[in-house]
C-alpha cells in the first residue's frame, strides 16, 4: 500500500478460485480447530464486509460481540494508527499514556471506588484466568471451591475452561482443573446450596452469550451478592461478550432490569473493549483488589499494549461521542420488536444488541444461518434452535430493514 492510499483502496477484485485456492492454503497450514473457513473476507467498511469475490455481506455479528464500531470506524483506524506511529510496544517495567487513560477511562464509565485497579491482557479467557487466579489467592487453601452457572462460557484456557460449562469443550482436557463446580442455572436455592464458607468466588455472566443469549430470572444476581457476601466470597461477572455498550449500557450490570443495582468483585471484558484489537481487562473494585494479586503473581508480555489500550480508549470515546449507548437501546428494543412478529421466531432474548432468536420447533439454525450467508448476511448459529445477533452498535434501522425483510423467507427455507 502506498502512502496516501487507504485500506479501503485495497484491491478486492479476486474472483472464486482465489478464493478457493485461499481455502486450500488454509486446510494446509492452519490449525483445523475453527472448522472450515465460511467465507474470505477481504475488507470491511462500517457494517459491511466483502469476500474475496467482492460480494457484500451485512454483518450482524460483528466478530462476536467485537466490532463495537463497526469496521474501520475513522476514529479507530486514526488512534491505532497513530498510535502505530508513536510507540508500538514497550515492556510492563514502564508504562504508556494509553494504558493509563484507558483505565482511567474504565474507571470512570464503572463508576469505581477508589481502591479499584484494572489488570490488561489480550482475551476474554485471559481476563477470566486473572480473575481465577484472584480467587484462588483470596480463598487460600481454605477455600478451594470456585462456583460456575450450567451454560457458562469463560473461555478456554485451563482455568477458564474449568469455569466453562460445556462438557466437550472440557472432557478432551481432562483431568482439568479442579475446584470447580457448576449449579444449575436460574436456580437461587442451589446457589445458596453452594455457596458457604468453603467457596472462593462464583462466577457469573449477566448474559449467557454461547447458550443462546439467556438472562437470569429476576432476582438471581441480587441473591448472587447477598449470599457471597454473606459467605466472604468474591462476585465475578464475566462481561466479556456483554460489557462495552452491548446492551446499551457500559455493561450489562449497570441495566437495572439485568444487574439489578448490585456491585460485584470483580469485572471482566474483553471483545468489544479493543473494537477489533486483541484485548482483555480484569476490574477489581474497591478493596478486593488489596487482597488479591501481589506484584510477581501475574502477568503478561502484551497486557496495556500502547496501541491495543488507544484503540479501547478511540472505542470507549466514540461511543460517548455518538452517543451510542441510546442508539444501541433504541435500535435494539426496534429491532427485538420487529423480530418477534416473525413467523418462525418463538421468542427474543437480550437486550441492546446482543439478540437471541429462538426458533419454533423444527427449524434448524444451522441450515437458516448458511442461507443467510448465501443471502449475504452474516448471523450466528449459536445453538440448534437460536440465532444470535451481536451487529455493530452503529448499525441503523434502515440497514437492518434488508435483513428484517428476508428473514421470513430464510426461516421458511
Ligand atoms: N467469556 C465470555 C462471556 C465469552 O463470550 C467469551 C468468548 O466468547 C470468553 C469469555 C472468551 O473470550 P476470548 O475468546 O477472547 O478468549
Redesign the pocket.
Known amino acids: 500500500m502506498s502512502d496516501t492510499q487507504s485500506s479501503s483502496d485495497v484491491d478486492t477484485n479476486t474472483d472464486s478460485s482465489t478464493s478457493q485456492t485461499w481455502r486450500d492454503d488454509f486446510s494446509r497450514v492452519l490449525s483445523p480447530v475453527f472448522g472450515a473457513p465460511q467465507l474470505d473476507i477481504v475488507r470491511g467498511q462500517g457494517t459491511k464486509v466483502w469476500d474475496a469475490a467482492g460480494k457484500e455481506y451485512l454483518d450482524l455479528l460483528a466478530g462476536?460481540a467485537v466490532n463495537a464500531l463497526g469496521h474501520c470506524h475513522p476514529a479507530w483506524v486514526k488512534a491505532i494508527t497513530t498510535q502505530a506511529g508513536t510507540l508500538g510496544h514497550i515492556s510492563n517495567f514502564f508504562t504508556s499514556p494509553p494504558q493509563i487513560a484507558l483505565a482511567e477511562k474504565l474507571h470512570e464509565v464503572l463508576d469505581l471506588p477508589s481502591g479499584s485497579a484494572v489488570f490488561f491482557s489480550n482475551?476474554?479467557?485471559?481476563?477470566?484466568e486473572a480473575a481465577f487466579k484472584m480467587a484462588r489467592r483470596a480463598g487460600g487453601g481454605e477455600r478451594p471451591i470456585i462456583i460456575a452457572i450450567e451454560g457458562a462460557?469463560?473461555?478456554?484456557t485451563m482455568g477458564?475452561l474449568a469455569l466453562t460449562a460445556k462438557a466437550t469443550y472440557r472432557e478432551p482436557f481432562a483431568p482439568g482443573v479442579p475446584g470447580v463446580v457448576h449449579i444449575p442455572y436460574g436456580d437461587v436455592e442451589a446457589l445458596a446450596a453452594a455457596v458457604n464458607d468453603t467457596t472462593a468466588a462464583v462466577f457469573i455472566?449477566p448474559i449467557q452469550?454461547?447458550v443462546g443469549v439467556r438472562t437470569h430470572p429476576a432476582g438471581y444476581l441480587t441473591a448472587a451478592r447477598e449470599l457471597t457476601r454473606d459467605a466472604g466470597a468474591l462476585l465475578v461477572l464475566?462481561e466479556?461478550?456483554?460489557g462495552v455498550a452491548r446492551t446499551g449500557s457500559w455493561f450489562a450490570h449497570q441495566d437495572p432490569n439485568i444487574g439489578e443495582g448490585i456491585v460485584p468483585d470483580i469485572i471482566?471484558s474483553?471483545?468489544g473493549l479493543g473494537g477489533g484489537m486483541p484485548i482483555?481487562a480484569t476490574i477489581t473494585v474497591g478493596d478486593a483488589n488489596t487482597k488479591l494479586l501481589e506484584a510477581g503473581q501475574h502477568g503478561t508480555t502484551f497486557g496495556g499494549n500502547p496501541i491495543s489500550c488507544a484503540a479501547g480508549l478511540a472505542v470507549l470515546e466514540t461511543i460517548e461521542n455518538e452517543n451510542l449507548l441510546a442508539h444501541t437501546r433504541e435500535t435494539g428494543e426496534w429491532l427485538k420488536a420487529q423480530l418477534q412478529g416473525i413467523d418462525g421466531v418463538v421468542n427474543v432474548t437480550g437486550t441492546g444488541l446482543l439478540l437471541g432468536i429462538e426458533l419454533s420447533p423444527g427449524h434448524d439454525a444451522k441450515a437458516i444461518a448458511a442461507r443467510a450467508l448465501e443471502a449475504g448476511f452474516i448471523v450466528n448459529p449459536v445453538t440448534a434452535d437460536r440465532l444470535r445477533l451481536a451487529p455493530p452498535l452503529i448499525i441503523t434501522q434502515e440497514e437492518l430493514t434488508p435483513f428484517l425483510t428476508a428473514l421470513p423467507g430464510l426461516i421458511a427455507g
Not at 462460557?153 to 478456554?156: L, N, Q, S, Y
Open positions: 462476536i482475551s476474554g479467557t485471559e481476563a477470566n462460557f469463560h473461555g478456554r477458564s455472566e452469550g454461547e464475566d466479556v461478550q456483554s471482566t474483553a471483545k482483555g
